[in-house]
């Protein structure tokens, strides 16, 4: 058994050893734990001259586990065997890593994660001996490693390594996630309690039976790991290459399915065919060659038939193939080409040159260059020669360039210099080709049973009829097509032969249909002109028809192209197309159709009808050819006849800039501004358009629309995307894709959520790595201070971002959570840190960063705190953890983005999550916005924000069809859709009036602008309105936001909010008096009402209740107040004033008196008929008021028998009043020595003493 299991772990290294280069081996030759040890001593010092230490202490932990794994292997190998491969790849990886640091910190970081999951070896060197399963157990564990030191070195071996390392690193990190689980799964199932003590006394009692029963399975367990696993990270590989792989055709326009048609198609090689090569001297002379010129090699024949290739399309096509071999290589391709808008031949050059100097050794191999068009030939060996093999010797790329074509005086003058060899001049080739024909011959005969008189076809083809050339086949097929019918169906064909052979792309039978039907200049689209034959039937051989991938048995959706090259030729060549007179048609129809009026109607104006005749169906080609075709015109030689025509498409191409851009280009350096400012509303209109479309068809999917618009796709709206017109199958798949354009720069660690989701900018990757991954040399390290006057616990490590501890204390059994009861949790400490590995390392064990325990005493929490300190990588965490936050809590982040005045963190919030129900969320965030309004008023008083800004950026987000181009808002209550919206949620909504009360100004200006004071009056029920809510809670000094929103209530349907009364029967001046407003809102509200004295329903009139003297004079400025204005209990206001307040303002009663004395006699209009001084001297009857309190109604009656009208005032009081109320009067006159109203009492009989 142990001879097996030495032949295991010696098949382990074989593969290990086989994996590596001759230089590699002959490098780690000799290493040990010794050597390894003074390269890390070495780098530390490097490290430290540089001022980057980056605590390389933290590879001991893997260095001990190493230890550990050498004395075990050393059992069953000899350690002359295998210890260098144990420390070599470490002694390899750090040298090279140290000249980055970026990178010898994560390779300290992966070797830190390995050695964790390797920390129970040392348990098991004692069993290990003895027990044959635990054999197994340590096979696996070195096979593991050994995967590992493989994958670190595929990142540090590779050419210009720190060019590619993002995306190596990538790689790596999806590689070793397999391998450490794995580790991880076998520590686990090794970490039993007993079997550990098993491992450290036999003696324990039943340790011995129990371990033999658990070490029974184990081979089963790891069995199980391992299938799991490779299933696992199979699947995983499957789709993350998948979608990378699918975007990268499409971008590089690789057709999937004649990839795979060609790798699917019957092998015709014969066994041995082409092997003479290998012999060949200039071959093997090639194959091993140092010097530039022995680096290349021309394989060639005689000419033979032509196809189109370019150099862009041979450069898509190597790209591709490098990404489908190399998982680096599709990482670096996708995330180049998923930032750029558009890829230019200098761009393809260049990603084409990265991908393959990213290899140590490549071949590339180049064939049909024969058949490129024009001068693409010169250009892709120009390329080769040029630029890749001088940047490849450079890169220390060993790379070999193989050509294979024709000689056709071209390619043959251009590598004159470099070996090739001719194979029509070599006897072995011509053999092959001999046998090859043979044997396709016999199978011919073999499969159709036909006898050699059979094959003669000679008479069957009489050289009468047969067509000499390729011309002459062509005429027999144009006469038949062309001549044979009517003038009308000649004219249909020359239309269809023209469009498809001046179109950029390959044209849609249905969009070739929808070109017969449209009618630009009339903006019309008649359907009766849909040609009832199909394509085929009508052009003949002259066409190729090729179903369409998505929907292969729809006929709107079949591609038309020319049946070969040499047609299109002979189809200009002979006048049946003038290709000229195409490019100026389709130029002027574009331009026309473009600036049509569906296209550039507002957005309240109704195109249903144009979108139900089918004249969208040419939407998808015209907007994005239309500058190619009027390209085309400009640069072709234009003769005087063809002239008017060219000045038509200028003309043309101008009216479509002014019908959608401000102004058309002027001077030459404007046009690239116009030209993109075109695009970008172009691309606009697309997407409006086709959001009508899928609306109509929702409601009514009609024949018209399978006809020129085909069954539904989910089409990107990027212009220049490959998926612009093709689409998706399911809006899904569009999402992900849309990402792609949207988030295109990915986490390199496939593990990260930072991957799936993506970043708009390479900044935010950069800030997402330095926040999560600690990969940029800006960050140092730090110490951070322990507390004085707390222990030192899971909250303050976390506090401090010690993540090393974090892990301890967890371990340890602390709650990730925290004490219970303590509302400032360890992720909140964090989060407001902005220390992203520990907020990562507890979200991931499970802690929800959105559930906390709610305290009115603390704004605190994880979500508040990461959007205060803007730290948005964490936000974004937050929002991808477990399965994102609920619509409520969605809800909750965007409120505290807005309260923060945090726009990066509300765009981060709406762009990262979607809600389940937007209609919930809407009506979520509108009332939680309040409530977190006052829970802040709380602890700040003064907050009341003014800016409206954040509001309408949230609203405009989820209600876009609400909002222009500008981002103002210009639904109103025309709009049945807004108006159904509308009613529904301010109908539920509840809040206005506290936010006006409060203070919430912004909120306040928020709901008004979407149409709050716009709701009927009839629907309010018994809410407040909303000036009266408004003015009650006011600031109480001057305020220029209160005045802003009192003034843009007042706007309000010229002024109608001051004349609204409340159920009370106040109006706003009412409030606005009653509770003291400044003096300029007062005033403003005064102007705006138009009944001055108005009486509420109990007859208060304005000057009833006002609350001050200063309130009083600004509403006498009025000379329209009535003074004796009286209320329901027949009491004027200076009667009120005494009678009806707490506390008398004798001011008031100054005021009063000033503007009309007659006011302190008058009587009440009733029965009793009282005075001012009878409500005066019955509160100081009152026995329930303190001291204080009983003050003030003496001064209020002192007042009256001091005053100019006293005795008229005595008087009246006289004529309603007791004995006993007269010496009250007179003793109250002693007692304050008013002398003049005591000598106006005798003097009228007041009160006989």
Same mark, same amino acid.
């Given at each position: 058994?142990?001879?097996?299991?030495?032949?295991?772990?010696?098949?382990?290294?074989? *593969?290990?050893?086989?994996?590596?280069?001759?230089?590699?081996?002959?490098? $780690?030759?000799?290493?040990?734990?010794?050597?390894?040890?003074?390269?890390?001593?070495?780098?530390?010092?490097?490290?430290?001259?540089?001022?980057?230490?980056?605590? *390389?202490?933290?590879?001991?932990?893997?260095?001990?586990?190493?230890?550990?794994?050498?004395?075990?292997?050393?059992?069953?190998?000899?350690?002359?065997?295998?210890?260098?491969?144990?420390?070599?790849?470490?002694? $390899?990886?750090?040298?090279?890593?140290?000249?980055?640091?970026?990178?010898?910190?994560?390779?300290?970081?992966?070797?830190?994660?390995?050695?964790?999951?390797?920390?129970?070896?040392?348990?098991?060197?004692?069993?290990?001996?003895?027990?044959?399963?635990?054999?197994?157990?340590?096979?696996?564990?070195?096979?593991?490693?050994?995967?590992?030191?493989?994958?670190?070195?595929?990142?540090?071996?590779?050419?210009?390594?720190?060019?590619?390392?993002?995306?190596?690193?990538?790689?790596?990190?999806?590689?070793?996630?397999?391998?450490?689980?794995?580790?991880?799964?076998?520590?686990?199932?090794?970490?039993?309690?007993?079997?550990?003590?098993?491992?450290?006394?036999?003696?324990?009692?039943?340790?011995?039976?129990?371990?033999?029963?658990?070490?029974?399975?184990?081979?089963?367990?790891?069995?199980?790991?391992?299938?799991?696993?490779?299933?696992?990270?199979?699947?995983?590989?499957?789709?993350?290459?998948?979608?990378?792989?699918?975007?990268?055709?499409?971008?590089?326009?690789?057709?999937?399915?004649?990839?795979?048609?060609?790798?699917?198609?019957?092998?015709?090689?014969?066994?041995?065919?082409? #092997?003479?090569?290998?012999?060949?001297?200039?071959?093997?002379?090639?194959?091993?060659?140092?010097?530039?010129?022995?680096?290349?090699?021309?394989?060639?024949?005689?000419?033979?038939?032509?196809?189109?290739?370019?150099?862009?399309?041979?450069?898509?096509?190597?790209?591709?193939?490098?990404?489908?071999?190399?998982?680096?290589? $599709?990482?670096?391709?996708?995330?180049?080409?998923?930032?750029?808008?558009?890829?230019?031949?200098?761009?393809?050059?260049?990603?084409?040159?990265?991908?393959?100097?990213?290899?140590?050794?490549?071949?590339?191999?180049?064939?049909?260059?024969?058949?490129?068009?024009?001068?693409?030939?010169?250009?892709?060996?120009?390329?080769?020669?040029?630029?890749?093999?001088?940047?490849?010797?450079?890169?220390?790329?060993?790379?070999?360039?193989?050509?294979?074509?024709?000689? +056709?005086?071209?390619?043959?003058?251009?590598?004159?210099?470099?070996?090739?060899?001719?194979?029509?001049?070599?006897?072995?080739?011509?053999?092959?080709?001999?046998?090859?024909?043979?044997?396709?011959?016999?199978?011919?005969?073999?499969?159709?049973?036909?006898?050699?008189?059979?094959?003669?076809?000679? +008479?069957?083809?009489?050289?009468?009829?047969?067509?000499?050339?390729?011309?002459?086949?062509?005429?027999?097929?144009?006469?038949?097509?062309?001549?044979?019918?009517?003038?009308?169906?000649?004219?249909?064909?020359?239309?269809?032969?023209?469009?498809?052979?001046?179109?950029?792309?390959?044209?849609?039978?249905?969009?070739?249909?929808?070109?017969?039907?449209?009618?630009?200049?009339?903006?019309?689209?008649?359907?009766?002109? *849909?040609?009832?034959?199909?394509?085929?039937?009508?052009?003949?051989?002259?066409?190729?028809?090729?179903?369409?991938?998505?929907?292969?048995?729809?006929?709107?959706?079949?591609?038309?192209?020319?049946?070969?090259?040499?047609?299109?030729?002979?189809?200009?060549?002979?006048?049946?197309?003038?290709?000229?007179?195409?490019?100026?048609?389709?130029?002027?129809?574009?331009?026309?159709?473009?600036?049509?009026?569906?296209?550039?109607?507002?957005?309240?104006?109704?195109?249903?009808?144009?979108?139900?005749?089918?004249?969208?169906?040419?939407?998808?080609?015209?907007?994005?050819?239309?500058?190619?075709?009027?390209?085309?015109?400009?640069?072709?030689?234009?003769?005087?006849?063809?002239?008017?025509?060219?000045?038509?498409?200028?003309?043309?191409?101008?009216?479509?800039?002014?019908?959608?851009?401000?102004?058309?280009?002027?001077?030459?350096?404007?046009?690239?501004?116009?030209?993109?400012?075109?695009?970008?509303?172009?691309? +606009?209109?697309?997407?409006?358009?086709?959001?009508?479309?899928?609306?109509?068809?929702?409601?009514?999917?009609?024949?018209?629309?399978?006809?020129?618009?085909?069954?539904?796709?989910?089409?990107?709206?990027?212009?220049?995307?490959?998926?612009?017109?093709?689409?998706?199958?399911?809006?899904?798949?569009?999402?992900?894709?849309?990402?792609?354009?949207?988030?295109?720069?990915?986490?390199?660690?496939?593990?990260?959520?930072?991957?799936?989701?993506?970043?708009?900018?390479?900044?935010?990757?950069?800030?997402?790595?330095?926040?999560?991954?600690?990969?940029?040399?800006?960050?140092?390290?730090?110490?951070?201070?322990?507390?004085?006057?707390?222990?030192?616990?899971?909250?303050?490590?976390?506090?401090?971002?010690?993540?090393?501890?974090?892990?301890?204390?967890?371990?340890?059994?602390?709650?990730?959570?925290?004490?219970?009861?303590?509302?400032?949790?360890?992720?909140?400490?964090?989060?407001?840190?902005?220390?992203?590995?520990?907020?990562?390392?507890?979200?991931?064990?499970?802690?929800?960063?959105?559930?906390?325990?709610?305290?009115?005493?603390?704004?605190?929490?994880?979500?508040?705190?990461?959007?205060?300190?803007?730290?948005?990588?964490?936000?974004?965490?937050?929002?991808?953890?477990?399965?994102?936050?609920?619509?409520?809590?969605?809800? #909750?982040?965007?409120?505290?983005?807005?309260?923060?005045?945090?726009?990066?963190?509300?765009?981060?919030? $709406?762009?990262?999550?979607?809600?389940?129900?937007?209609?919930?969320?809407?009506?979520?965030?509108?009332?939680?916005?309040?409530?977190?309004?006052?829970?802040?008023?709380?602890?700040?008083? +003064?907050?009341?924000?003014?800016?409206?800004?954040?509001?309408?950026?949230?609203?405009?987000?989820?209600?876009?069809?609400?909002?222009?181009?500008?981002?103002?808002?210009?639904?109103?209550? #025309?709009?049945?859709?807004?108006?159904?919206?509308?009613?529904?949620?301010?109908?539920?909504?509840?809040?206005?009036?506290?936010?006006?009360?409060?203070?919430?100004?912004?909120?306040?200006?928020?709901?008004?602008?979407?149409?709050?004071?716009?709701?009927?009056?009839?629907?309010?029920?018994?809410?407040?309105?909303?000036?009266?809510?408004?003015?009650?809670?006011?600031?109480?000094?001057?305020?220029?936001?209160?005045?802003?929103?009192?003034?843009?209530?007042?706007?309000?349907?010229?002024?109608?909010?001051?004349?609204?009364?409340?159920?009370?029967?106040?109006?706003?001046?009412?409030?606005?008096?009653?509770?003291?407003?400044?003096?300029?809102?007062?005033?403003?509200?005064?102007?705006?009402?138009?009944?001055?004295?108005?009486?509420?329903?109990?007859?208060?009139?304005?000057?009833?209740?006002?609350?001050?003297?200063?309130?009083?004079?600004?509403?006498?400025?009025?000379?329209?107040?009535?003074?004796?204005?009286? #209320?329901?209990?027949?009491?004027?206001?200076?009667?009120?004033?005494?009678?009806?307040?707490?506390?008398?303002?004798?001011?008031?009663?100054?005021?009063?008196?000033?503007?009309?004395?007659?006011?302190?006699?008058?009587?009440?209009?009733?029965?009793?008929?009282?005075?001012?001084?009878?409500?005066?001297?019955?509160?100081?009857?009152?026995?329930?008021?303190?001291?204080?309190?009983?003050?003030?109604?003496?001064?209020?009656?002192?007042?009256?028998?001091?005053?100019?009208?006293?005795?008229?005032?005595?008087?009246?009081?006289?004529?309603?009043?007791?004995?006993?109320?007269?010496?009250?009067?007179?003793?109250?006159?002693?007692?304050?020595?008013?002398?003049?109203?005591?000598?106006?009492?005798?003097?009228?009989?007041?009160?006989?003493?």
């Amino acid at each position: 058994m142990a001879a097996n299991h030495q032949t295991s772990f010696e098949r382990s290294l074989d *593969l290990f050893r086989r994996e590596l280069s001759d230089d590699q081996i002959k490098q $780690m030759d000799g290493a040990n734990q010794k050597s390894l040890n003074e390269t890390i001593q070495a780098t530390q010092s490097i490290l430290g001259r540089r001022n980057d230490l980056c605590k *390389l202490t933290r590879i001991q932990k893997f260095l001990h586990a190493m230890e550990h794994v050498e004395k075990l292997v050393s059992i069953f190998l000899n350690a002359s065997d295998f210890v260098a491969f144990v420390w070599g790849p470490i002694k $390899m990886a750090l040298m090279v890593a140290t000249t980055w640091t970026d990178a010898i910190r994560q390779l300290i970081d992966a070797y830190e994660e390995i050695a964790e999951a390797l920390g129970n070896l040392a348990f098991f060197h004692t069993l290990i001996q003895s027990r044959d399963h635990l054999k197994l157990v340590l096979e696996d564990y070195f096979s593991d490693i050994l995967r590992f030191h493989r994958c670190v070195l595929d990142v540090f071996s590779r050419p210009e390594w720190k060019r590619i390392f993002k995306w190596a690193w990538g790689s790596f990190r999806r590689e070793v996630k397999p391998i450490l689980e794995s580790l991880k799964r076998k520590q686990a199932l090794l970490s039993d309690d007993k079997l550990q003590s098993h491992a450290i006394l036999k003696e324990v009692q039943d340790s011995d039976q129990y371990a033999k029963d658990q070490f029974s399975e184990l081979q089963t367990s790891l069995e199980d790991i391992r299938s799991t696993l490779a299933s696992e990270q199979l699947q995983s590989k499957i789709l993350q290459a998948q979608e990378m792989k699918t975007y990268l055709e499409s971008r590089l326009d690789v057709s999937k399915s004649r990839t795979d048609l060609q790798l699917e198609s019957q092998d015709h090689t014969l066994e041995n065919s082409g #092997n003479w090569i290998f012999s060949d001297p200039t071959f093997k002379g090639w194959e091993g060659g140092k010097s530039a010129e022995n680096k290349v090699l021309f394989l060639n024949g005689s000419p033979g038939s032509a196809d189109r290739r370019t150099a862009r399309s041979m450069l898509q096509h190597i790209i591709m193939q490098l990404a489908n071999a190399d998982e680096t290589v $599709m990482r670096l391709a996708y995330e180049r080409l998923s930032t750029m808008e558009s890829t230019e031949l200098a761009d393809l050059k260049r990603l084409a040159s990265d991908c393959l100097t990213s290899r140590q050794v490549a071949t590339l191999v180049l064939d049909g260059l024969d058949e490129a068009m024009d001068n693409e030939y010169e250009v892709s060996i120009n390329w080769c020669l040029n630029e890749l093999l001088p940047v490849a010797k450079a890169c220390g790329c060993s790379l070999n360039v193989l050509i294979c074509g024709q000689r +056709d005086g071209r390619i043959d003058a251009l590598l004159s210099s470099y070996p090739q060899i001719r194979l029509d001049n070599v006897h072995d080739h011509r053999h092959d080709i001999k046998q090859f024909t043979k044997r396709q011959a016999a199978g011919i005969r073999a499969r159709f049973s036909l006898t050699q008189e059979e094959e003669e076809f000679d +008479d069957e083809l009489g050289a009468d009829t047969f067509p000499e050339t390729l011309e002459k086949a062509y005429d027999r097929i144009a006469h038949r097509v062309l001549k044979k019918h009517g003038p009308s169906r000649h004219n249909t064909v020359k239309k269809i032969l023209g469009w498809v052979i001046c179109a950029e792309r390959p044209l849609r039978w249905r969009e070739i249909q929808s070109r017969f039907c449209i009618d630009a200049e009339k903006e019309t689209c008649n359907i009766r002109n *849909l040609r009832r034959d199909s394509c085929k039937s009508i052009c003949s051989s002259l066409i190729d028809v090729t179903n369409c991938e998505m929907f292969p048995n729809t006929e709107s959706e079949q591609v038309i192209s020319i049946v070969h090259e040499t047609a299109t030729k002979y189809l200009v060549r002979n006048g049946t197309v003038n290709l000229l007179q195409e490019h100026i048609d389709m130029a002027l129809f574009c331009c026309r159709y473009l600036s049509s009026r569906p296209f550039t109607t507002s957005k309240s104006q109704d195109i249903t009808t144009d979108i139900h005749s089918g004249y969208l169906g040419f939407l998808d080609y015209a907007a994005a050819y239309f500058t190619v075709h009027i390209q085309k015109v400009e640069a072709s030689e234009v003769s005087a006849d063809s002239a008017p025509k060219l000045d038509s498409v200028k003309a043309a191409a101008v009216d479509l800039e002014m019908a959608h851009c401000k102004e058309a280009a002027v001077e030459p350096e404007d046009n690239e501004r116009v030209a993109q400012d075109l695009k970008l509303t172009i691309e +606009d209109i697309v997407l409006a358009m086709r959001s009508l479309l899928d609306l109509q068809r929702e409601k009514s999917e009609t024949a018209v629309f399978e006809s020129t618009e085909g069954p539904i796709r989910h089409k990107c709206h990027k212009i220049r995307c490959s998926k612009f017109a093709t689409g998706f199958s399911n809006e899904t798949a569009l999402e992900q894709h849309l990402a792609v354009h949207n988030r295109p720069f990915r986490c390199p660690y496939t593990d990260c959520f930072g991957h799936a989701i993506g970043h708009a900018s390479q900044k935010q990757l950069e800030s997402h790595d330095k926040t999560f991954h600690r990969t940029t040399t800006e960050v140092k390290a730090t110490f951070p201070s322990r507390s004085k006057t707390r222990a030192w616990d899971l909250y303050e490590a976390c506090k401090a971002g010690d993540l090393d501890e974090v892990k301890r204390f967890h371990r340890e059994g602390s709650d990730l959570n925290g004490p219970k009861g303590n509302h400032i949790t360890p992720l909140c400490a964090a989060a407001e840190a902005g220390h992203g590995p520990v907020c990562k390392y507890l979200v991931d064990n499970g802690i929800d960063p959105f559930y906390y325990n709610f305290n009115y005493k603390s704004l605190r929490n994880p979500i508040t705190g990461v959007i205060n300190g803007s730290h948005l990588d964490i936000l974004e965490l937050f929002l991808q953890s477990g399965k994102g936050p609920n619509d409520f809590n969605l809800a #909750n982040s965007i409120s505290r983005a807005i309260h923060g005045d945090s726009p990066a963190a509300l765009r981060t919030i $709406m762009t990262t999550r979607q809600p389940i129900d937007h209609a919930v969320v809407i009506q979520q965030v509108l009332d939680t916005i309040t409530s977190h309004y006052e829970q802040l008023r709380t602890f700040r008083p +003064d907050y009341h924000p003014q800016d409206v800004t954040l509001l309408h950026v949230w609203f405009q987000y989820v209600k876009p069809e609400l909002y222009n181009e500008k981002g103002v808002f210009i639904a109103g209550s #025309n709009n049945a859709e807004y108006k159904i919206w509308r009613d529904t949620i301010f109908g539920q909504f509840s809040d206005f009036g506290f936010a006006q009360r409060y203070g919430f100004y912004s909120f306040v200006i928020f709901l008004m602008d979407i149409g709050y004071d716009a709701f009927p009056q009839s629907e309010w029920g018994d809410r407040t309105p909303p000036l009266h809510s408004y003015i009650q809670g006011l600031c109480k000094g001057d305020c220029s936001g209160c005045m802003s929103i009192v003034r843009r209530l007042l706007q309000y349907d010229a002024g109608k909010f001051a004349n609204i009364t409340d159920s009370n029967g106040n109006l706003p001046a009412h409030k606005a008096l009653s509770v003291g407003a400044p003096q300029a809102i007062l005033r403003v509200v005064l102007e705006n009402t138009r009944d001055i004295n108005h009486r509420d329903n109990s007859g208060q009139s304005l000057l009833h209740v006002a609350s001050s003297a200063d309130s009083i004079r600004v509403l006498l400025e009025n000379k329209s107040v009535d003074l004796s204005s009286r #209320n329901n209990k027949g009491q004027t206001a200076f009667s009120a004033a005494i009678d009806q307040r707490f506390i008398v303002d004798v001011k008031i009663l100054e005021c009063l008196f000033k503007a009309y004395p007659r006011l302190a006699w008058a009587p009440d209009k009733s029965e009793e008929g009282l005075t001012p001084l009878h409500y005066a001297l019955k509160r100081l009857e009152r026995t329930d008021l303190d001291s204080y309190s009983q003050q003030v109604p003496a001064r209020a009656a002192k007042f009256l028998l001091t005053c100019s009208e006293v005795e008229k005032v005595l008087v009246v009081y006289q004529a309603k009043s007791s004995d006993a109320d007269r010496r009250t009067v007179r003793d109250f006159a002693g007692k304050e020595m008013l002398q003049e109203a005591l000598s106006i009492m005798d003097s009228i009989g007041f009160n006989t003493i």
